[in-house]
């Protein structure tokens, strides 16, 4: 009944706002603000880092990422996330550094899942979309039910892909840490649409614009690229701009992680039967390398001196 009435209620109050002058009345001003706010992020506990495993690996995937950054996880359910048939062995790892949703698809994967890279949790999936759309994103997965909420997988210029969720519950995780950067490469063609339409759907900010970093944290020493940091409600996010010639596994990667020491966290990362392929590299009061965990998740790992 709930979904019912907020179906009949919210065209209405969008009507009502499209009239609206600037000089509308203080209670008409409130409740435009309060559609602007149903997009924004919930928190940054709640921006998911979507890992599909390797079959058979989510155990071993997830023991090793516990052994390295801590955290906990719920218990695996076998269930179905896609709006078409398919079987999935799913948890949740909540993490000092961020959380992660975990999938062990019994079943072939349907299209486009497995190309979001995070799913970002909305007060109000309809209107996430509607603002995804208004910002110049591609709604590619229309909203659909899940078996604890809606969700709608999103696509910003430069094919970069988020998926939206809401849940019937609410959940409630502990404040992180630290919090992940969502790690996005484009090229110079793109990377002007994507800015003006993902910093309009996350009401976000640029912090810094590095036209030329070192690239040998991106594993080109030597070379320069153009690093931009952006912060919003959803998380950060560091776009880089590259010319597309990256040695592997530059790319691979869609988060990267803060840690206090970098070296112990590889340690511990190691023994839990991770791999670093590259790494740790210094400069610029940064250091970072990249580890792939069991199940063949790759992700990148920093931990900074100084303040972006």
């Known amino acids: 009944m709930k979904r019912k009435a907020m179906a009949w209620v919210l065209p209405a109050l969008l009507v009502a706002l499209s009239v609206v002058g600037s000089g509308a009345p203080s209670s008409a001003r409130n409740e435009q603000a309060a559609a602007v ?69 019994k079943t072939p994967v349907p299209y486009p899942f497995g190309t979001e890279r995070t799913g970002w949790l909305v007060h109000d999936l309809d209107q996430g979309v509607r603002q995804a759309r208004k910002s110049g994103a591609n709604v590619v997965v229309a909203p659909f039910d899940d078996p604890i909420g809606r969700d709608a997988v999103v696509q910003f210029p430069g094919g970069v892909n988020a998926q939206l969720y809401w849940h019937t519950k609410a959940p409630s995780y502990a404040p992180l840490d630290t919090v992940p950067d969502n790690r996005v490469y484009l090229t110079a063609d793109s990377v002007h649409a994507f800015l003006r339409s993902y910093l309009r759907f996350t009401q976000g900010r640029i912090v810094s614009d590095q ?18 940091a952006l912060r919003s409600p959803f998380g950060n996010t560091v776009v880089s701009v590259t010319d597309g010639h990256l040695p592997y596994p530059f790319g691979r990667e869609t988060t990267g992680y803060a840690v206090r020491d970098l070296t112990a966290t590889l340690h511990r990362a190691e023994a839990a039967g991770a791999t670093v392929l590259w790494g740790p590299y210094t400069a610029e009061g940064r250091s970072n390398a990249m580890v792939r965990f069991p199940g063949g998740y790759v992700a990148e790992v920093h931990e900074e001196k100084e303040q972006r």
């Open 37 to 105: 706010t149903s997009t924004t992020g919930v928190g940054h506990q709640y921006d998911t880092t979507h890992v599909y495993v390797t079959p058979g690996d989510v155990d071993a995937f997830v023991t090793s990422w516990e052994a390295t950054f801590g955290g906990t996880h719920t218990a695996k359910v076998v269930t179905t996330v896609t709006p078409t048939p398919s079987r999935t062995e799913s948890e949740l790892v909540l993490s000092p550094v961020g959380t992660l949703s975990v999938f062990d698809f």
């Open 211 to 228: 036209r030329a970093a070192d690239a040998g944290d991106i594993g080109l020493p030597g070379r320069t690229y153009r690093r931009i």
